[in-house]
C-alpha cells in the first residue's frame, strides 16, 4: 500500500509543478512550447472556468492530491486517504474529459503540457481506482 501512495505522490508532485508552470507562464504570455499551440490554448477563453485559470485549478487538486498520498503513507487508517484520493481524482478526470474535448473539437490544438497533466491525472485515477477495488 506504500508504493501506491508513492506512486500517487510522485505523479502528484510532477503534476503540481507542470500545472504551476502553466499557471505561471500562462498569466506573463510566455509558455515555451515548440509550437504555438501551447500558446493558444492556455491563452484561450478556455483556460478558466468560474473565472478561475484551469492551470491553478490543476496545481491546486494535484497539491491535495499530494498532500493526501503523503499523509496516507503516515495514516494506520489509510482508507480515508484512499476514498479522498479516488474522489479527487475522480472530478480531475472530468475536468480532464472536458479540457481534451475542448482542446480536440474547440480550439483544434494540442498543448503538450496540458496533454501531459491529463496523462497523469487520468494514470492517478487508474492507481486510485485500482487500489480502492483491492481493498
Not at 501506491?4 to 502528484?12: E, G, I, K
Not at 499551440?37 to 484561450?44: H, I, Q
Amino acid at each position: 500500500m506504500k508504493k501506491y501512495f508513492l506512486s500517487v505522490f510522485v505523479l502528484s508532485f510532477v503534476g503540481f509543478i507542470i500545472s504551476s508552470y502553466l499557471a505561471f507562464t500562462s498569466s506573463h504570455d510566455i509558455v515555451a512550447c515548440a509550437t504555438s499551440a501551447c500558446e493558444l490554448v492556455t491563452n484561450s477563453h478556455y483556460a478558466s472556468l468560474f473565472g478561475v485559470p484551469v492551470a491553478w485549478i490543476g496545481a491546486a487538486g494535484f497539491a491535495l492530491l499530494a498532500a493526501f498520498a503523503g499523509l496516507g503513507m503516515l495514516a494506520q487508517d489509510k482508507k480515508f486517504f484512499l476514498r479522498m484520493i479516488f474522489t479527487l481524482a475522480t472530478g480531475g478526470l472530468a475536468l480532464v474529459a472536458y479540457l481534451v474535448y475542448v482542446e480536440l473539437f474547440r480550439l483544434n490544438q494540442i498543448c503538450a503540457y496540458c496533454t501531459a497533466t491529463h496523462i497523469i491525472g487520468a494514470l492517478i485515477w487508474i492507481l486510485a481506482l485500482v487500489a480502492v477495488i483491492k481493498k
